[in-house]
């Protein structure tokens, strides 16, 4: 087999963690392969806090006799150097003796050199930039390079482009199987969903995860509510606020207030020239592990977003449907980008037919 | 082999005749299956004017030496019962004694009623209505139910649905496969591009038929132009004056006047409620064989042509990009359809990615 063969097989392993059971840390998954080319060991990084994938593949290999002196380890991600809430990865591998280590993908935390420590320790290196395994550690990379969350924008739309009429309906623009979709794959991977008071009052959806034949689960919520509008007694009965037992919901607001309504929170950000500080909400989301959040929101809200650049892939539902209505309401609400020069550019990611909707996936390049 | 796949075998036939030289008769193939199953003949229309499917691949089984009074035909459209440009196909039938004949779609012509002939004169008729047979006569039952051209409607649109800036920049939406697309499946199946003076004079566009190692070829054009724009002088330099032999400019106005220019022609219409009287279009339209028309234009003759139901097909090509100005031009300039139980709906037929662009194709329902 090949080093990427290898390779491959590790980043399998990896993808078997449960995303928001390992944040704030990325998917892992090694190997122990013999000079003859078996695999001794293998581990994937299951649960954050717990053992590293390189510690459970290395011990998995010492119980099958393995001698680590003539093996060469496989990994998906640059081995650790620091200790955070284990000890160095790297410090495991010299103690070994393991001779060849093989890299997936680097680590964009400034905190892990571990490829240099290992070559200082005399370890054969080489590294492979595999773009699945890069993509797998997407929101990580995110959350390491730009110090925020991963932000995914969904939206519905008809071929033309509209959220919903000009009155504000939408229902339904995409198909019951679409809208399944997007528990199942987009809000059950989702650290908490970004929405506004106004959406929240008008839909009064309830914004968990419910999966056929699956209990419903609870999700975070984001709210922009500058004014603190569901605070109001008025607003209780509103379906977010079923009763949460592992989720909160934030209230973004430019406001000192808080709240002792339960699991309920604010957050409390500067608004500049009307628009609340991006900056400081995504400091404040990273320092509660929130590190990928799904938009489901307006226009105004997908533009400001767009416009701070915090958004990093979109899911576009088609329907098929056209509303020929200038007023009607569009994916983006904003008056910024006038020029075709100046259009945002994408990168289509993947693209899949749900029945007669399309679901287009893209990339945002800033 | 089963009657469908007999069936599917004519079909294939039919299919390979040049839509340009079959109109504004359909697709049709035919085959003489002798009892054991053998295929002793087969033919498909080819030209307008000369022999129908089912007269060549008669002859064709009879220089094979077919026994006819034993054979099924299979045909992919009930067989013509009226003298057009060459006798009726039932009588040729009626006097070879063929006791079977298996059909895969009807002909909505009224005129024709073959199989009702056919089973008088004691000859056993089955009828299947094969999706993929009706599709491919898609443009002929239009132009016979309708009395009209089947018009398809190409759009690049951005993911957000605009076809250009607010100053009417579109270069370029979708990319240069896309674009070459157009020409190779659209504007070469097409017997004219309708557009209007407007954007005929801005874009400058050829709007001819240009395929890569190939002669570029003429495409009729039908140009909206009320005041008759394209007759002044200072617009005769615009590249649709290329040096026509087989097609033409029809100038659609309301006015009396005509022109003197080669190849040029107007055709006056009324206009009613300031828009042209489309029924008295499609009528001049058929008169000039004209039976399938590419709409390339704005957002304003997009809406009205669907807004008088004159759009069957829609070829979207969505570029990977968003241009977040709400003044930018809309596939769709209308105020017409305002609640979303009033939006018009489609029919996904199919999709592919070109590059980085999507092609979506959509069917309206109207």
């Known amino acids: 087999m090949s080093a990427s063969a290898y390779l491959h097989k590790a980043f399998l392993l990896a993808g078997k963690a449960d995303p928001k059971k390992i944040r704030p840390n990325p998917f892992v998954g090694a190997l122990v392969v013999s000079k003859e080319g078996q695999v001794l ?9 717990e053992a590293h ?12 006799g393995a001698d680590l002196s003539t093996c060469t380890l496989y990994v998906t991600l640059e081995p650790c150097s620091h200790t955070g809430k284990t000890p160095p990865c790297t410090d495991l591998i010299i103690r070994h003796s393991i001779p060849k280590v093989i890299i997936g993908s680097l680590d964009p935390n400034p905190m892990v050199s ?9 370890v054969a290196v080489e590294v492979f930039e595999m773009p699945d395994i890069v993509a797998l550690n997407d929101t990580f990379n ?5 110090k925020r969350p991963k932000y995914i924008l969904k939206s519905a739309i008809t071929l033309n482009g509209k959220i919903a009429d000009r009155f504000g309906e939408s229902k339904w623009i995409s198909n019951e ?9 987009l809000r059950a991977r989702a650290d908490a969903i970004l929405t506004t008071a106004k959406t929240v009052i008008r839909d009064n959806a309830t914004m968990n995860i419910r999966i056929k034949d699956q209990m419903e689960e609870e999700l975070n919520l984001i709210v922009f509510d500058k004014n603190l509008d569901l605070l109001k ?20 607001t430019d406001m000192a207030e808080t709240t002792t309504l339960p ?4 957050i409390s950000i500067p608004i500049n020239d009307g628009k609340f500080d991006l900056k400081m909400l995504h400091k404040e989301l990273i320092e509660r592990n929130i590190c990928q959040v799904l938009i489901e929101a307006g226009g105004s809200l997908n533009a400001s977003m767009m416009e701070a650049k915090a958004i990093d892939e979109i899911y576009t539902f088609v329907g ?13 609400n904003s008056n910024q980008i006038q020029t075709m020069d100046k259009a945002v550019k994408l990168q289509l990611l993947d693209s899949m037919t749900i029945a007669e909707d399309i679901l287009l996936r893209h990339r945002v390049i800033h």
């Open 233 to 252: 007694k008025e607003n209780h009965q509103l379906s977010i606020f079923y009763k949460r037992n592992s989720s909160k919901i934030y209230l973004v």
């Open 53 to 64: 994938a390189e510690v459970i593949a290395i011990k998995n290999a010492i119980i099958h």
């Open 320 to 332: 098929p449907q056209i509303l020929m209505d200038n007023s009607a309401i569009n994916q983006f």
């Open 142 to 146: 995110i959350n390491q390079i730009l």
């Open 114 to 122: 571990g490829v240099e420590i290992l070559k200082k320790n005399g």
């Open 263 to 266: 699991n309920v929170e604010t």
């Open 177 to 185: 199987q679409s809208r399944a979709h997007v528990h199942e794959h």
């Open 41 to 49: 060991g293998e581990g994937y990084h299951e649960k954050a806090g």
